[in-house]
């Protein structure tokens, strides 16, 4: 297993140099970091060096939860160097939920979509998606997360990205999905003395404020209108969050 990452510069030359290291979510096929470009444009104008890694790189058949996932990340992040922000989109969320008591306090935790915990009703959902690709259904499992992750009761055309994705994507769809059922990183995070944030959409049809948890100096702002993508529904918004955040914790 290799790790697979992509760097972006910060958009100008500032002292000190600050780092976010961002975990992506399941994507059947890994996008260069393309899915959280709203947020990384924020950070890289507030002076950090981004790296976003495929959260799923490290993944294989004897990873069966997020916290096997993380170990291996928390190996290999030294790699990186030291971390000023970590930082995570839906599984890539859990998998920082899970390292943040690696950080010193001094450090922020930003989680975009991210679970805590799953209930009964994100996990049949989730498990939903996962079957299709498991049963080698891959179109109408895609075509299934494309409906999830719009706001609820929203409707649009949904993509057809079954012939633009190579031969692994079901396996990774399927995976990963499966990795955040039963989840329950409650402890995890409240024991996190720095600063965190979630940001969950407010219409979102998957994770939503039920099912993210901090501690009583954390953050949980829902994004009116948004849906499971609230930096793509409401990339304005979202922005100004995190650009408070990253301003407010140093």
């Not at 990340?73 to 930082?87: K, M, S, Y």
């Not at 990963?176 to 940001?199: F, N, Q, S, T």
């Amino acid at each position: 297993m290799t790790a697979v990452a992509v760097v972006f510069p910060p958009a100008q030359d500032t002292l000190p140099l600050r780092h976010a290291l961002i975990f992506s979510p399941v994507l059947p096929q890994w996008d260069q970091g393309a899915f959280f470009t709203p947020v990384t444009d924020v950070l890289r104008l507030a002076g950090f060096q981004v790296t976003v890694v495929d959260t799923l790189s490290l993944w294989d058949v004897s990873t069966t939860t997020v916290r096997e996932l993380a170990e291996r990340w928390r190996n290999e992040t030294r790699c990186f160097g030291e971390v000023d922000l970590l930082a995570g989109n839906a599984l890539g969320g859990a998998v920082a939920q899970a390292l943040a008591g690696t950080l010193s306090p001094s450090s922020g935790v930003l989680l975009v979509s991210s679970p805590t915990l799953t209930d009964s009703v994100l996990g049949d959902r989730l498990s939903a998606i996962a079957v299709l690709a498991e049963q080698g259904r891959l179109g109408e499992a895609l075509a299934l997360l494309g409906r999830r992750v719009l706001p609820e009761g929203e409707s649009g055309p949904i993509d057809n990205l079954e012939p633009t994705v190579g031969p692994a994507a079901g396996l990774r769809l399927a995976r990963g999905m499966r990795l955040l059922l039963e989840l329950d990183l409650v402890d995890d995070v409240r024991r996190y003395a720095g600063p965190l944030i979630h940001i969950v959409g407010a219409r979102s049809q998957l994770v939503t404020d039920k099912h993210v948890a901090g501690a009583v100096h954390h953050q949980i702002v829902s994004v009116p209108g948004a849906g499971m993508r609230p930096h793509s529904d409401s990339p304005e918004i979202v922005a100004a969050i995190v650009g408070q955040f990253v301003t407010a914790s140093g």
